[in-house]
């Protein structure tokens, strides 16, 4: 009788300090799918964290790109924060000398500013974007693999 009153115990305890299954929990840890080979060059992962959520009215993206792979040049219609969470990127904003970001980078993309990001010729990088809902991105042009290979070589000299 007592181990049944002391197992009735433990179970109820579990069950009232058990994390409510009711919360939508998800992680930014997953990789993501695998990003259609539409705007940029080399392989690359997105995890959706947060998107398009009307209450927050922004959205988070994970992004990992493997070495050697770039996104088009492209805009938003809100503001975008890219926060470096591992290895290393380039960052360029047209008419703007281009930049490497590095773990721990955290920039700043004023809205309809058109500018291009991507993993350095020899770094994975990953990031989260974080960016208004609403309109999608507009693409404007395309990162050739040689404009890429020209900065890569400007910012290893530099």
């Known amino acids: 009788m007592k181990n049944t009153i002391l197992f ?3 179970l109820f305890s579990i069950s009232v300090f058990s994390q409510n299954s009711e919360y939508k929990v998800s992680s930014y840890l997953t990789e993501g799918r695998k990003a259609p080979n539409t705007h940029y060059i080399g392989k690359a992962w997105l995890n959706a964290i947060i998107h398009d959520d009307a209450d927050l009215g922004y959205n988070i993206t994970k992004a990992t ?4 792979s770039t996104l088009d040049w492209h805009k938003h219609s809100s503001s975008q924060v890219l ?3 591992d290895g ?3 960052y360029q904003e047209r008419g703007k000398e281009p930049v490497i970001l590095k773990t721990g980078d955290v920039i700043k993309c004023e809205k309809d500013i058109e500018h291009w990001h991507s993993s350095t010729k020899d770094s994975d990088v990953t990031y989260l974007a974080l960016y208004g809902g609403g309109k999608p991105t507009t693409w404007t042009e395309v990162v050739t693999q040689k404009y890429y290979d020209e900065i ?5 000299n530099n």
């Open 8 to 10: 009735l115990f433990i």
């Open 65 to 68: 790109f493997k070495a050697n």
């Open 83 to 85: 926060i470096i969470v």
């Open 88 to 90: 290393e990127a380039y």
């Open 152 to 156: 890569a070589k400007k910012l290893k």
